[in-house]
């Protein structure tokens, strides 16, 4: 169980973030361009990174705790998916609390009825 416990947080992660998409309308899933110019460069940087982290002996990672997939350059497979899913988790917050802010700056139809302004 050990090994697969990069994973599982990851998941968990995910899991916590879903709502953002679908309660609070964040829209991040529904805007792919948005998506992939946000994420890849994440990745890209920070696999060359830990690639030339780890070719220099500057820190390598617990076997315990990984699955043994391992990318080029002895990248461990869940270093790619920490890089994919922190990025999006941060956006779909970011973009939640952006929509969520915009909506509660929005005047209310009623207060701008009786000409009551915020």
Not at 41 to 59: E, K, Q, R, S
Not at 67 to 88: K, M, Q, S, W, Y
């Amino acid at each position: 169980m050990d090994r697969w416990q990069y994973l599982i947080v990851m998941a968990i992660c995910l899991l916590l973030t879903a709502p953002l998409e679908i309660v609070l309308g964040a829209r991040v899933y529904r805007r792919p361009v948005l998506l992939t110019h946000t994420v890849l460069p994440v990745v890209a940087i920070f696999l060359v990174w830990d690639g030339l982290a780890i070719a220099a002996d500057v820190w390598s990672y617990n076997p315990r705790y990984l699955t043994g997939i391992r990318l080029p350059f002895a990248i461990p497979l869940e270093e790619l998916v920490f890089f994919l899913v922190i990025p999006l988790c941060g956006l779909l917050t970011y973009e939640a609390v952006t929509t969520l802010l915009a909506r509660l700056r929005r005047p209310r139809a009623g207060a701008l009825r009786k000409g009551v302004q915020r």
